[in-house]
Antibody
Framework: EVQLVQSGAEVKKPGESLKISCKGS????????IGWVRQMPGKGLEWMGI????????RYSPSFQGQVTISADKSISTAYLQWSSLKASDTAMYYC??????????????WGQGTLVTVSS | SYVLTQPPSVSVAPGKTARITCGGN??????VHWYQQKPGQAPVLVIY???DRPSGIPERFSGSNSGNTATLTISRVEAGDEADYYC??????????FGGGTKLTVL
């Protein structure tokens, strides 16, 4: 079974750093893109960026470029999303999702269960 | 940047047909994918490549795409179909784009 399992909920203070994870299993982790999607409370889905674990090719949405860093460690089939200095406006649910193989385009399936990040002083 | 426009809400009676639209400039030239998100759950892919269904998705879910509008159609709507639905495309200038989402209410 193809599965993405994300790390647990986080509560942080503004200015702190954070790295959340997404571990893939049941498929060739290096052959499929992994995307990250933000969902702010009560709002819709926003695409943040995508990484190809095979060669770490990474693309960012202009809205998130410079605000987050996406990385992957193919030796442990895990992708990461990190912040160097969190803001209250980063409070949201963050999902990872498997993209397609080869091309960066296409759909996302399956999705991780989500990681809730709360940033509050 | 490429923009996808969905109606905020659609209401339908049980057993009837729901149609959720996704508008975009010449969207018919792109591949459209649809996701269902129930409260407190992660999104689930229900349609890919405009009209293909992943395994496990009922035949009641179908999709079409032409001109400036893509449509997700849910036939014989059930109470369990109540959810938010999002369309998504890949665009060469904007990369991945999601629509704003449509809340489907089953009356």
């Amino acid at each position: 079974e193809v599965q993405l399992v994300q790390s647990g909920a986080e509560v942080k203070k503004p200015g702190e750093s954070l790295k959340i994870s997404c571990k893939g299993s049941g498929y060739s982790f290096t052959s499929y893109w992994i995307g990250w999607v933000r969902q702010m409370p009560g709002k819709g889905l926003e695409w943040m960026g995508i990484i190809y674990p095979g060669d770490s090719d990474t693309r960012y949405s202009p809205s998130f470029q410079g605000q987050v860093t996406i990385s992957a460690d193919k030796s442990i089939s895990t992708a990461y999303l990190q912040w160097s200095s969190l803001k209250a406006s980063d409070t949201a649910m963050y999902y990872c999702a498997r993209g397609t193989t080869g091309t960066t385009g296409g759909w996302f399936d399956p999705w991780g269960q989500g990681t809730l990040v709360t940033v509050s002083s | 940047s490429y923009v996808l426009t969905q109606p905020p809400s659609v209401s339908v009676a049980p057993g009837k047909t729901a149609r959720i639209t996704c508008g975009g400039n010449n969207i018919g030239s792109k591949s459209v994918h649809w996701y269902q998100q129930k409260p407190g759950q992660a999104p689930v892919l229900v349609i890919y490549y405009d009209s293909d269904r992943p395994s496990g998705i009922p035949e009641r879910f179908s999709g079409s795409n032409s001109g400036n509008t893509a449509t997700l159609t849910i036939s014989r709507v059930e109470a369990g179909d109540e959810a938010d639905y999002y369309c998504q495309v890949w665009d060469s200038s904007s990369d991945h784009v999601f629509g704003g989402g449509t809340k489907l209410t089953v009356l």
